[in-house]
């Protein structure tokens, strides 16, 4: 099987993906854009269960943002929810959050799926497909309606639910919210954008034992950045080491001590002294031997 290790322009939005030489350019393009998306959601999902876990559903947006005593002086009524036993600093959230047992469930359901689904995975070399993604949409699903079940007393505004009905509303701006639409979006690898209509075997050839880099990119875009020459590890070893042989040049040239001449072994006729008479003075004595 031939494994691709997917980019977009950031590092956090990376997986291995695995399929075969006889694969469609058209088909594997849509199966990336469509893992790319689930991904992202597994991880939207995961983000805003915790927040329901620790402080409850959102406010309804006339209220968000606005604190107690500001409340006090309007007709807002930013309790409306029911008395806060987990306040939101930032006042977004009701402050409301589900009994502790449950909170847990939460918590630890949003962590696992974010596990799942983490550029960790690639390190690791574990690929990703759209069936476990799914099935941690489906579990954490399943958390929330332990917690609300029918959504009860969950707003149809909080994020977690629209999230879970489909429901969600993309800015494009975040990381996490940047989905790609597979008609507006190439499919690069190794400078060159593979052409609809044909077949990964017509650029890779046939080995199934192959992994290539392939990056998505909209249309929009042009080409992706070329990979760099070195891998990150490599990288941030060279510049450990020529930053230990400068701070080493440094200590050399701040040492101006000569105090070494005077040592035996800094003796220019050192050699010259033990060759001739085996070290010993030489003394001359006219008519001696």
């Known amino acids: 099987m031939v494994i691709l290790d997917v980019k977009r322009s950031e590092k956090k939005n990376e997986f291995l993906y695995e399929t075969t030489v ?4 058209k ?18 999902i995961a983000v805003t269960m915790k927040e329901l876990a620790s402080h409850g559903p959102i406010r309804p947006e006339e209220t968000r943002g606005i604190s107690d005593s500001l409340s006090n002086v309007s007709e807002l009524d930013v309790n409306a929810y ?30 696992e799926a974010e596990a799942a689904v983490s550029v960790d995975l690639v390190a690791q070399r574990r690929t990703l497909d759209k069936d476990t993604c799914q099935m941690h949409i489906d579990n954490m699903r ?27 509303e993309l800015d494009g701006v975040s990381d996490l919210q940047a989905v790609l639409d597979w008609t ?6 190794a400078g060159k954008e593979l052409q609809m209509g044909s077949t ?13 880099i ?11 950045v070329r990979e760099p020459r070195i891998d990150e590890n490599t990288h941030k070893a060279m ?43 030489i003394s001359w004595r006219p008519g001696g031997r």
């Open 142 to 168: 399943g958390a929330v309606m332990i917690a609300y079940p029918a959504f009860h007393r969950l707003p149809a505004y909080d994020p977690t639910r629209m999230e879970l009905e489909d429901r969600e």
């Open 214 to 224: 392939a990056k998505l990119a909209p249309k929009s875009a042009g080409a992706p």
């Open 239 to 281: 510049l450990a080491h020529y930053y230990k042989k400068q701070e080493e040049q440094k200590k050399l040239q701040a040492d101006e001590d000569d105090s070494y001449l005077d040592a035996e072994w800094a003796n220019p006729k050192a050699l010259k002294d033990n060759l001739v008479g085996g070290g010993r003075p």
């Open 27 to 44: 088909n594997l393009l849509r199966d990336l854009c469509e893992l790319h998306n689930l991904r992202l959601k597994v991880l939207r």
């Open 200 to 212: 990964l075997e017509q650029y890779i050839g046939r080995n199934e034992k192959t992994k290539i």
């Open 22 to 25: 006889k694969s469609e350019i």
């Open 184 to 189: 507006q979006t190439n499919l690069w690898w």
């Open 82 to 111: 029911g008395q806060p036993t987990n306040p939101d600093e930032h006042g977004y959230r009701t402050g409301c959050p589900p009994p502790a047992e449950v909170a847990d469930v939460l918590r630890r359901t949003a962590e």
